[in-house]
């Protein structure tokens, strides 16, 4: 069967360039991949308030992430971190105490900015996240993509060719990371 990967988008912007490096790894991702989006915009501010009697928005966010074999972040940077929904969203997936839906999921980062560091600092942060929240993490490749007008489209088509064979290496990486990690920790 398939691998399927749950793609979690840090921006909410309608023409996010986010969402458009998001369809373009799909396109390049090896076909033994199955992407579902995990969407975040509709989550309450997170409180533990909730964790008595969780919203069925809550809910749903960590049956999605209970269905998916692992979990691809596609982030941008804000202030140098990632942006507060982002952070809402995995607060929210990792309580009720517990329950937490990250453990022993794999995971993996990558994001674009117009900045010349293309979202390092913010995925950095992440990921002391998301090794408190005891995700796997495929360490390498990286993925800092510096956006330049144009690199890809709203779809996900690619223009420039090195940038279409780094994002093509950085999902096979991907691909063989998941495995290994699925060998030790079956689904
Ligand atoms: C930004 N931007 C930005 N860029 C960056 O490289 N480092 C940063 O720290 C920030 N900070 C920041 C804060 C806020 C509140 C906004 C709205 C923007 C610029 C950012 O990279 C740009 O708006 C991208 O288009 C954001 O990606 P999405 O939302 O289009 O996917």
Redesign the pocket.
Not at 9 to 13: K, T
Not at 15 to 21: F, M, T
Not at 75 to 81: D, K, L
């Given at each position: 069967p398939p691998y399927t990967v749950g793609v979690l988008?840090?921006?909410?912007?309608t023409?996010?360039?986010?969402?458009?490096?998001a369809n373009a790894l799909i396109r390049v991702a090896p076909f033994e991949f199955e992407f579902v989006e995990i969407p975040i915009g509709n989550l309450p501010l997170y409180s533990y308030d909730y964790d008595a009697n969780y919203p069925p928005e809550g809910q749903a966010l960590k049956d999605a992430i209970a269905g998916v074999d692992s979990v691809l972040f596609v982030?941008?940077?804000?202030?140098?971190?990632i942006?507060g929904p982002l952070k809402n969203a995995i607060d929210w997936a990792s309580r009720p105490w517990g329950t937490n839906s990250f453990a022993r999921k794999p995971s993996a980062v990558i994001?674009?900015?117009?900045?010349a560091?293309?979202?390092a600092?913010?995925q950095q942060n992440l990921r002391s996240v998301l090794s408190f929240c005891d995700s796997p993490q495929m360490n390498f490749p990286e993925g800092y993509i510096q956006?330049k007008d144009g690199l890809f489209t709203a779809e996900g088509d690619i223009t420039d060719a090195g940038t279409e064979q780094f994002l093509r290496e950085f999902m096979q990486s991907y691909f063989q990371f998941v495995t290994r990690v699925l060998t030790v920790i079956p689904r």
């Open positions: 988008i840090g921006s909410l912007a023409n996010s360039i986010n969402r458009s490096l982030t941008p940077e804000y202030n140098r971190s942006p994001g674009t900015s117009p900045g560091i293309g979202t600092v913010a956006y």
